[in-house]
C-alpha cells in the first residue's frame, strides 16, 4: 500500500518555463488536495478536489491548474514558473467516513526551485 | 474564517525537559477535527494525532500528550522529557467547515531540543 505518491522529489526550473507535479494515490480517497510550505508560513492550500472532475481554488491558487480525471490522481500545473513559487509542495488524500473516523494522509513533498 | 494560531515560533529546551506547543484554533462549526504533525529535518509530514470536537477526552501517547479544551478553543500538546530526536518543526491544523475536504494549518512551532 503506497499511500500517496509525488512526482518529482525535486526540480529545479528557469523563470517561465512550465511543469506537472505528479500526485496519485491508492487509498480509494474522495478527497485530494495540493498545499505548499514557505518558511514561517506554515501550509498554506493551493487547490483541491472533493471528488473526479471536481476542483476549487484554495487560498493561494494564482499560477497553479489542476484537473482531476480519475479519482486516484491529482496533478498539479504551474503554467509559466515564477521565483515566488520557489517552495514545498505537498499533495493530499483524505476520506470522511463518519464521526471518529478521518484519515488525511500526505504525500512526501516536491521542493521547487524556480531560478 | 477559520484560523489556528501557533505563537510560538521556535522553542529551545534542554534534553529531559518537559516542553509545551500551543495550539488555539478558531471555527463556527460545531463539529470539526483537529491534528497535530511532526516535520523532521527530512521534511516529511509525521502525523501524531487527530481528535474530533465532541471528544474531550485528552489523549497520552508515551511521552506525548494532548489538552483539547472547547471552552479556550486551545489544542496544546505536551512532551515530557524531551529527546534531541524530538527536535522539529510541529505544525496544529484544523478541518475545514464543509466535508472535511482540506486543512488549515498553523505556521508551526519549531523546536530544538539539544543534548
Known amino acids: 500500500n503506497a499511500g500517496v505518491t509525488q512526482t518529482p522529489k525535486f526540480q529545479v526550473l528557469k523563470t517561465g518555463q512550465s511543469m506537472t507535479l505528479q500526485c496519485a494515490q491508492d487509498?480509494?480517497?474522495?478527497?485530494m488536495s495540493w498545499y505548499r510550505q514557505d518558511p514561517g508560513m506554515g501550509l498554506r492550500l493551493i487547490h483541491y478536489s472533493v471528488g473526479a472532475g471536481i476542483t476549487d481554488q484554495g487560498e493561494v491558487p494564482n499560477g497553479y491548474n489542476v484537473s482531476r480525471s480519475t479519482t486516484e490522481d491529482f496533478p498539479l500545473r504551474l503554467l509559466s514558473a515564477a521565483p515566488s513559487q520557489t517552495s514545498v509542495y505537498f499533495c493530499a488524500s483524505s476520506r470522511y467516513i463518519g464521526q471518529g473516523d478521518y484519515g488525511y494522509t500526505f504525500g512526501s513533498g516536491t521542493r521547487l526551485t524556480v531560478v | 474564517a477559520q484560523k489556528v494560531t501557533q505563537a510560538q515560533t521556535e522553542i529551545s529546551v534542554v534534553e529531559k525537559e518537559d516542553v509545551t506547543l500551543d495550539c488555539v484554533y478558531e471555527t463556527r462549526d460545531t463539529t470539526y477535527y483537529l491534528f497535530w504533525y511532526k516535520q523532521p529535518p527530512s521534511g516529511e509530514l509525521v502525523f501524531l494525532i487527530r481528535r474530533n470536537s465532541f471528544d474531550e477526552q485528552n489523549e497520552i501517547s508515551g511521552r506525548y500528550s494532548w489538552n483539547f479544551q472547547k471552552s479556550t478553543s486551545s489544542f496544546n500538546f505536551t512532551i515530557t522529557a524531551s529527546q534531541v530526536v524530538d527536535s522539529a518543526v510541529y505544525f496544529c491544523?484544523?478541518?475545514?467547515?464543509?466535508?472535511?475536504?482540506?486543512?488549515?494549518f498553523g505556521k508551526g512551532t519549531m523546536l530544538l531540543v539539544s543534548p
Open positions: 487509498m480509494n480517497h474522495e478527497y
Open positions: 491544523a484544523l478541518s475545514d467547515p464543509s466535508g472535511y475536504s482540506t486543512l488549515t
